[in-house]
T-cell receptor, first 110, second 113 residues
Framework: GENVEQHPSTLSVQEGDSAVIKCTYS??????FPWYKQELGKGPQLIID?????GEKKDQRIAVTLNKTAKHFSLHITETQPEDSAVYFC?????????FGAGTTVTVRA | NAGVTQTPKFQVLKTGQSMTLQCAQD?????MSWYRQDPGMGLRLIHY???????DQGEVPNGYNVSRSTTEDFPLRLLSAAPSQTSVYFC????????????FGNGTRLTVT
């Protein structure tokens, strides 16, 4: 099955700085790579996703990049704000079942 | 629009007890799934269903049963609770098409003593 590794496990950034989270996957058949944000006491919520035929996708302050050759993908958050503090999960899939990374706890310092 | 509803929010069980975690969705989604979340291990798939009457095992199915008698409901049963099943459980649903977003409930925090 698919194995997704996510780094770092924790990330502390100054408000206004950028945050980058990296993930690698093992199954070359995977073609869908979503990112989820989980706030305290809630379920994960999709924030952005990318498919294997696209190398980069941007939505306001967040962007994802995908390198299929190297089997890794990254989440970039620019101009971080306090409300960006949360746990972020990457995931990979070649069908409807998702395999998740272990998560990154992001703390934005005021 | 309720989305995915999980009950209860919290539960404490003694070892050996059984219980059912409820999950209901009102989005007419064909695909439903159960994950458990443990510190440092992300979300691991327990069981999933691609439609009423169809279920299959995920990554960590031992100790859990599921059934899917309707499109809306997908209960998770713990047959004989063990401390290793202490976790936060999430139900999620999607339309089932590849790349369709997975919608999560707010979770059930289960403690087994």
């Amino acid at each position: 099955g698919e194995n997704v590794e996510q780094h770092p496990s924790t990330l502390s950034v100054q408000e206004g700085d950028s945050a980058v989270i990296k993930c690698t996957y093992s199954d070359s058949a995977s073609n869908y790579f979503p990112w989820y944000k989980q706030e305290l006491g809630k379920g994960p919520q999709l924030i952005i996703d990318i498919r294997s035929n696209v190398g980069e996708k941007k939505d306001q302050r967040i962007a994802v990049t995908l390198n299929k050759t190297a089997k890794h993908f990254s989440l970039h958050i620019t101009e971080t704000q306090p409300e960006d503090s949360a746990v972020y999960f990457c995931a990979a899939s070649d069908d409807y079942k998702l395999s998740f990374g272990a998560g990154t706890t992001v703390t934005v310092r005021a | 629009n309720a989305g995915v509803t999980q009950t209860p929010k919290f539960q404490v069980l003694k070892t050996g007890q059984s219980m059912t975690l409820q999950c209901a969705q009102d989005m007419n989604h064909e695909y439903m799934s159960w994950y458990r979340q443990d510190p440092g291990m992300g979300l691991r798939l327990i069981h999933y269903s691609v439609g009423a009457g169809i279920t299959d095992q995920g990554e960590v199915p031992n100790g859990y049963n599921v059934s899917r008698s309707t499109t809306e409901d997908f209960p998770l049963r713990l047959l004989s609770a063990a401390p290793s099943q202490t976790s936060v459980y999430f139900c999620a649903s999607s339309s089932g098409r590849i790349g369709s977003p997975l919608h999560f409930g707010n979770g059930t925090r289960l403690t087994v003593t």
